[in-house]
């Protein structure tokens, strides 16, 4: 079973940047799809990016496509999210999961998550 661990966020003024990283431990990493997710307060929990267990392919929530990039190193167990063009609409706590059914948008298809770690954008 494979525990996560989230860091990098922050405070960030709107068209700033933030890079988001997943510790995993206690499993085989490899293993793993990951996707990022996030909750704003009052709402549901939304897909935001997930990578297949290489790193080969990626998928996007439209409304970060070409503003964050997911990405992972097998060799150090993490996976990371790169988010430029910050806009407060992204202000959330952003958690990352873990999966073995492959790229997936669906949070109940990832049953290994972290704590969350909190994202706030000023305008």
């Known amino acids: 079973q494979v525990q996560l661990v989230e860091s990098g966020g922050g405070f960030v003024q709107a068209g700033g940047s933030l890079r988001l990283s997943c510790a995993a431990s206690?499993?085989?990493?490899?293993?793993?799809?990951m996707g990022w997710f996030r909750q704003a307060p009052g709402k549901e929990r939304e897909f935001v990016a997930a990578?297949?267990?290489?790193?080969?392919?990626?998928y996007y929530a439209v409304s970060v496509k070409d503003r964050f990039t997911i990405s992972r190193d097998n060799a150090k167990n993490a996976v990371y999210l790169q988010m430029d063009g910050l806009k407060p609409e992204d202000t959330a706590v952003y958690y990352c999961a873990a999966t073995t059914m492959g790229l997936a948008v669906t949070p109940t298809a990832y049953p290994y998550w972290g704590q969350g770690t909190q994202v706030t954008v000023s305008s």
């Open positions: 990578i297949n267990w290489n790193g080969v392919n990626s």
């Open positions: 206690g499993g085989t990493f490899s293993r793993y799809a």
